[in-house]
Nanobody, 126 residues
Framework: QVQLVESGGGLVQPGGSLRLSCAAS????????MTWYRQAPGNQRELVAQITSGGRWASGGSTNYADSVKGRFTISRDNAKNTVYLQMNSLKPEDTATYYCRQSYYDDYGVPGDYWGQGTQVTVSS
């Protein structure tokens, strides 16, 4: 069973930085994307940043970001550690939310599926 564990959340002042981590264990299928989402109280869950495999998870791939975080957030991965990161700079109060990690994969039959982490809280406040 795949387990995704997010960490790195916390309280930070506006303009500050945090780095979130999503560590995956037990992955056995072909991963084609890792995505960070966030959800603030009363709001729908929204995509923040995504990194895709481009056909080969071991290397390559591409990234995309929500317009609201472009230029401030950076998604990256460390394949050796099975970990995806979200570096968040110039944080704003509107970035306050619970951040979730999602792993998207194809199983041995080509059927897509996904796993979610439990979330980590980010609060941006003075």
């Amino acid at each position: 069973q795949v387990q995704l564990v997010e960490s790195g959340g916390g309280l930070v002042q506006p303009g500050g930085s945090l780095r979130l981590s999503c560590a995956a264990s037990g992955s056995i299928f072909s991963i084609y994307a890792m995505t960070w989402y966030r959800q603030a109280p009363g709001n729908q869950r929204e995509l923040v940043a995504q990194i895709t495999s481009g056909g080969r998870w071991a290397s390559g791939g591409s990234t995309n970001y929500a317009d609201s975080v472009k230029g401030r957030f950076t998604i990256s991965r460390d394949n050796a550690k099975n970990t995806v990161y979200l570096q968040m700079n110039s944080l704003k109060p509107e970035d306050t939310a619970t951040y979730y990690c999602r792993q998207s994969y194809y199983d041995d039959y080509g059927v897509p599926g996904d796993y979610w982490g439990q979330g980590t809280q980010v609060t941006v406040s003075s």
